[in-house]
């Protein structure tokens, strides 16, 4: 009779109404019926206001708070993995354990559980390091630990909802099925003074029972090929929910994939400067002694960057010493 939620509420409102208003022409109706189905009614409808509030509070606020939680300890966790690879390099070491990190790998972790545990520890890591801290990018032990607590009782407030949101959703759907129950027996109760050919069944929204009956098997067939059609569509949309959702989750996975290619190429940007700073730093000394530094070309290709040959002359080298001695 009435098969979507959205519109249940109105359609049995007016359906209760109809019903009291036949009752005073036709006594012989049962009130009770009418008075059990207005009863479930408003409990449905006081169950669906919470479960619709419940759902903008989750829109509105809950998300939205976890969302940032976890966009703040995203950028704060890149930022202090920077601070790591400048002081312990990029390979992963004891130091890198002791800050948080799994044996073998400098991966910043996607679950927000792991993310919280990372924190924590990189908060007792600076907090023992305090010349290795960066308060102008948040890399201090208060701030990691305060990240920590944020991220935490976001995840936690947002769980709880969850799990209270599920439970609105089942009670709300047992009123439902309570009220369309009550609907039923009011319908059955109307056979008893309605006749098969009685026009007043329109004021319920209902066919009149004469003159559906020819059409009966032909609305079985339209009625059939609609719920086949409509379940097309419900499973279309969740698999296109579906796709969304794996996608969704494939772009986190290759930004935080990208977010490490960008810290390690940090690492290797800082590693590579300093191998140039004490590769000039070599060729002053040895230009110092008297010695020379030359460009051999790459014998492979004629691309291919040359390389530093250095030699000193022993005679420069015994002038210069005599002459710093002197």
Known sequence: MIKTITNLA???????????????????????????????????????AEFRVSGTIFAESVQPAFDEANQAVAKTLGAAKKVLLLKAGSRSSSLWHEAGYRLSSTR???KWEERVLLLENLSKFFQSRPEWENADYGVTSVNLLALAKRLHQAAQAKKLHETAHRQLV????????????????????????????????KEFNLP??????????????????????????DQRLRSGMDR????????????????????ELEGIKAEVENSLAE?????????SLGGTVTMVASSTSEKAPGARQMSLNPQAVVENAAALVA
Do not use: C
């Open 10 to 48: 109105v359609a049995a409102r007016s359906f209760i109404e109809a019903f009291l208003e036949l009752r005073k022409s036709e006594p012989d109706l049962l009130e009770s019926v009418a008075t059990n189905a207005q009863i479930t009614l408003v409990a449905f409808e006081k169950k669906d």
């Open 244 to 263: 969304l959702l794996k996608a969704r989750l494939r772009g986190e996975k290759l930004r935080a994939r990208y977010d490490r290619m960008l810290i």
């Open 170 to 201: 089942q009670e709300r759907d047992d009123l439902a099925a309570r009220l369309r129950t009550r609907l039923s027996a009011m319908r059955g109760e109307l056979r008893h003074v309605l006749a098969g050919d009685d026009i007043r069944w």
């Open 108 to 110: 910043t972790p996607v």
């Open 279 to 287: 590769i000039s730093e070599a060729e002053a000394k040895v230009v």
């Open 208 to 233: 009149v029972p004469a003159e559906s009956k020819s059409v009966t098997q032909q609305t079985a067939r339209e009625q059939k090929k609609q719920d086949v059609e409509t379940a097309r569509q």
